[in-house]
């Protein structure tokens, strides 16, 4: 069982920027790809990004493109999401997720377990 803590959220103004981070209780998430989601009030968890095994592949969903960058920590066990300007429809609880495999895409049943979520707002 793996378990995963996010941190980092918060109250930011539009144009800010926040990081999230994502601590494993075991090394051998570093086996697997990792990645984030959010879920706003009243609508579908959505893919926001994901990092393969060794970091060398990303992702992005095509909103958050260019504006947040994922990224991850071996030693430490974390994964990091970086988000730069953003906007107020960024705002939505924020998920990590351990992934089935070495790299995984977008989609909910390629990631095996889920953190609890951190809220993160942005105010207009």
């Known amino acids: 069982q793996v378990q995963l803590v996010e941190s980092g959220g918060g109250l930011v103004q539009a144009g800010g920027s926040l990081r999230l981070s994502c601590t494993s209780s075991?090394?051998?998430?570093?086996?697997?790809?990792m990645g984030w989601f959010r879920q706003a009030p009243g609508k579908e968890r959505e893919f926001v990004a994901t990092?393969?095994?060794?970091?060398?592949?990303?992702t992005y969903a095509d909103s958050v493109k260019g504006r947040f960058t994922i990224s991850r920590d071996y030693g430490a066990a974390t994964v990091y999401l970086q988000m730069n300007s953003l906007k107020p429809e960024d705002s939505a609880v924020y998920f990590c997720?351990?992934?089935?495999?070495?790299?995984?895409?977008?989609?909910?049943?390629?990631?095996?377990?889920w953190g609890q979520g951190t809220q993160v707002t942005v105010s207009s």
């Open positions: 990092i393969s095994w060794n970091g060398g592949q990303q």
């Open positions: 075991r090394r051998t998430s570093s086996n697997n790809a």
């Open positions: 997720a351990a992934g089935r495999s070495a790299v995984a895409g977008s989609r909910r049943d390629s990631y095996a377990y």
